[in-house]
T-cell receptor
Framework: KNQVEQSPQSLIILEGKNCTLQCNYTVSPFSNLRWYKQDTGRGPVSLTIMTFSENTKSNGRYTATLDADTKQSSLHITASQLSDSASYICVVSASPGTYKYIFGTGTRLKVLA | NAGVTQTPKFQVLKTGQSMTLQCAQDMNHNSMYWYRQDPGMGLRLIYYSASEGTTDKGEVPNGYNVSRLNKREFSLRLESAAPSQTSVYFC?????????????FGPGTRLTVL
C-alpha cells in the first residue's frame, strides 16, 4: 500500500534554532517528492519538489534532502523564525498518473520566542 | 493575480441539504483538483480535472459531483450532505497536470454537516 509517514507529529523549538523533519514513504513507482508548508487556516504552499535524481534542494532557509534508495526525505529548517510555525506536509507522487499524490499527515511545528 | 479562490469560506449544513463549493483560478492552468482534509489524515483527492470538459474520480468520490464549467472554474457539489462530509475542502490547480508541476491551493472551505 502506498503510504507516506512523517515524524515527529509535532515539534516545539525556540526561535533561532534549527530543526529537521522526517518523511518515509513506501510509494511505488516513484515520480517525485515535495514538501508543503500549511499555515493554520490556509491552504498548503509548495516549498520544494525533488525528482528521483535530486539529492537536495533549497528554498531560502529550507533545505530538503532525498534518499531514493532508502525512501526517506528530510526537511531542514535553519535559524527558525516565528513565522515558520505551521504544519509541514510531505507529498509523494506515484507515476504513472499525474494526479496520484500521496499526502503525509504533516508535522506541526511551533516556534517560540 | 488572486491565484486560487474558493467560496464560501465557512458553511454549516443540515443532513440531507445540498450545496455547491465554488473554485476559480486566474493562472490559466489546465488541471484542477478537489481535496478534503480531515484531522489525523493526509489530504485526499475527491475529483480531478485534467482539462476543460474532463473530470476523473479520485480516492474518495462517493457523495460528490463536480463540474468543470470552463478553464477557470471547477465546482464541487454535495447533493445530500452527510455528517461524514464534515471536513475542510481545498481546491488546487496546476499548469498541465504533469507530476512535477507545482500545485497551487486555495484557502479552503470549512464545512460542518449537522
Amino acid at each position: 500500500k502506498n503510504q507516506v509517514e512523517q515524524s515527529p507529529q509535532s515539534l516545539i523549538i525556540l526561535e533561532g534554532k534549527n530543526c529537521t523533519l522526517q518523511c518515509n514513504y513506501t510509494v511505488s513507482p516513484f515520480s517525485n517528492l515535495r514538501w508543503y508548508k500549511q499555515d493554520t487556516g490556509r491552504g498548503p504552499v509548495s516549498l520544494t519538489i525533488m525528482t528521483f535524481s535530486e539529492n537536495t534542494k533549497s528554498n531560502g532557509r529550507y533545505t530538503a534532502t532525498l534518499d531514493a534508495d532508502t525512501k526517506q526525505s528530510s526537511l531542514h529548517i535553519t535559524a527558525s523564525q516565528l513565522s515558520d510555525s505551521a504544519s509541514y506536509i510531505c507529498v509523494v507522487s506515484a507515476s504513472p498518473g499525474t494526479y496520484k499524490y500521496i499526502f503525509g499527515t504533516g508535522t506541526r511545528l511551533k516556534v517560540l520566542a | 493575480n488572486a491565484g486560487v479562490t474558493q467560496t464560501p469560506k465557512f458553511q454549516v449544513l443540515k443532513t440531507g441539504q445540498s450545496m455547491t463549493l465554488q473554485c476559480a483560478q486566474d493562472m490559466n492552468h489546465n488541471s484542477m483538483y478537489w481535496y478534503r482534509q480531515d484531522p489525523g489524515m493526509g489530504l485526499r483527492l475527491i475529483y480531478y480535472s485534467a482539462s476543460e470538459g474532463t473530470t476523473d474520480k479520485g480516492e474518495v468520490p462517493n457523495g460528490y459531483n463536480v463540474s468543470r464549467l470552463n478553464k477557470r472554474e471547477f465546482s464541487l457539489r454535495l447533493e445530500s450532505a452527510a455528517p461524514s462530509q464534515t471536513s475542510v475542502y481545498f481546491c488546487a490547480s496546476s499548469r498541465a497536470g504533469a507530476s512535477t508541476d507545482t500545485q497551487y491551493f486555495g484557502p479552503g472551505t470549512r464545512l460542518t454537516v449537522l
